[in-house]
């Protein structure tokens, strides 16, 4: 069983920043991509950002300039630092990996979700 668990939510001022951690435990046999996905009320879920187990990075038009995403591939963990944070920022941020449990599945996972909230 695979468990990614989310933490660094929380309430902030317009411009101010939150920081964002996501660690993948269980029967992991290895991590490919890695990545942070927001929904919003009334909207879809959308990419914030994502990156492979090699690095490349990849983010979403809104966040582009103001998020950074990073992993640490030895514990398996993701972070997502937002800056200049903006009121349409607000929402539940989900962290997602795409891993194997024995080297010849795919699994894709995802977490429960942590609340961002920018507001003055």
């Known amino acids: 069983q695979v468990q990614l668990v989310e933490s660094g939510g929380g309430s902030v001022q317009p411009g101010g920043s939150l920081r964002l951690s996501c660690v993948a435990s269980?029967?992991?046999?290895?991590?490919?991509?890695m990545g942070w996905y927001r929904q919003a009320p009334g909207n879809e879920r959308e990419l914030v950002a994502r990156?492979?187990?090699?690095?490349?990075?990849n983010y979403g038009d809104s966040v582009k300039g103001r998020f950074t995403i990073s992993r640490d591939n030895a514990k398996n963990t993701v972070y997502l630092q937002m800056d200049s944070l903006k009121p349409e920022d607000t929402a539940v941020y989900y962290c997602?990996?795409?891993?194997?449990?024995?080297?010849?599945?795919?699994?894709?996972?995802w977490g429960q979700g942590t609340q961002v909230t920018v507001s003055s």
């Open positions: 990156i492979t187990s090699g690095g490349s990075i």
């Open positions: 269980g029967s992991i046999f290895s991590v490919n991509d």
């Open positions: 997602n990996a795409v891993l194997s449990t024995t080297g010849w599945d795919v699994l894709v996972s």
